[in-house]
């Protein structure tokens, strides 16, 4: 079993690009399942990772504020501002630019900090920036979409704050605090977390790719380079500033991925939510997870090849 889960973690890029495919395929046979069960797969994301967090993870905030800091906005400056200006190059509808937007204004993503151990970055720093980052998420997140996409669409900041609340903040404190009570049994599960996190991750892109294949399979070039060039400027930029703040390579590197790796899941559930008028708005989310676990795994081999 353990084994299993190691394989599931390992290949978790070409699981998510199979399930990507496999909606595209057959999306009669899984466009059934209704798009609300995302929240709560999100859910089981996010418990997973209160239950793999530590007090600890916190204390680089306290003793390298000044790294944490430049991470942050970093992720919250660059990542929107260029969801904003591709969305405008590239002309998308109201639709895709709604959620290329909301991509850009998530925080960092989970695996980010796989990936960061993978490319030998710093770990510490790359989990007190997840860690921040999605903290801060129930408000910059809103107020964010709303100052880059208010214009065209009607953006409820309260409710928004509160989903992100209920679906990322409420479940992750769940884990924390089971793990304080609990440890032993919460040492015993973590084994098989990344695995149980990689399938819910499966399962949110084939919900929602199969609900728009028709749609995607008509008109996705441009939203798929949309998606490409967004986490590839993500990752370039986010070492750009990394560099330019003189940070050593390994926190360079976390910085890097940090920033171009979102919690696109996040992002793809708020479109459900708050965007229900605009079906297709749920469809960079999707793209995104599928895209930046594979980016990863090659952004990580290219660090450790030229350290």
Not at 9 to 21: F, I, N, P, Q
Not at 231 to 259: F, H, T, W
Request: hydrophobic share 55%; glycine share 8%; net charge positive.
């Amino acid at each position: 079993m353990k084994k299993a889960c190691q394989l599931i973690s390992r290949y978790m890029g070409v699981l998510v690009l199979l399930a990507s495919v496999i909606g595209l395929m057959f999306p009669h046979v899984f466009s059934q399942i209704r798009p609300t069960v995302i929240n709560p797969l999100l859910g089981v994301i996010m418990f997973g990772m209160g239950l793999t967090l530590q007090w600890d993870d916190f204390k680089v905030v306290f003793s390298r504020p000044r790294d944490v800091m430049v991470g942050c906005l970093a992720q919250f400056t660059v990542m929107p501002l260029l969801a904003w200006a591709l969305a405008r190059v590239f002309a998308l509808d109201e639709a895709l630019m709604v959620g290329v937007v909301l991509v850009g204004c998530c925080p960092g993503g989970t695996a980010s900090n796989v990936i960061t151990y993978l490319a030998k970055g710093d770990v510490a720093l790359s989990v007190g920036m997840t860690g921040v980052s999605t903290l801060l998420a129930p408000l910059l997140t809103p107020l964010l979409v709303l100052l880059l996409a208010g214009h065209s669409v009607d953006v409820d900041v309260a409710a928004m704050f509160l989903s992100i609340l209920w679906v990322v903040i409420l479940p992750i404190v769940a884990g924390l605090i089971v793990k304080r009570f609990w440890p032993v049994q919460t040492e015993k599960a973590t084994v098989y977390l990344p695995a149980l996190s990689s399938i819910a991750i499966c399962l949110i892109v084939l919900i929602i790719i199969s609900a728009n294949a028709h749609k995607l399979l008509t008109g996705g070039l441009v939203i798929i380079l949309v998606v490409i060039l967004h986490n590839v400027c993500g990752l370039a930029l986010g070492y750009l500033i990394g560099r330019l703040m003189k940070l050593d390579p390994a926190k360079r590197k976390a910085v890097s991925i940090e920033v171009g790796m979102q919690n696109s899941g996040l992002a793809s559930s708020l479109a459900t939510l708050h965007f229900a008028a605009y079906p297709m708005a749920t469809i960079p989310g999707a793209l995104f997870s599928v895209w930046h676990n594979i980016s990863g795994a090659i952004v990580a081999r290219c660090y450790n090849r030229h350290p």
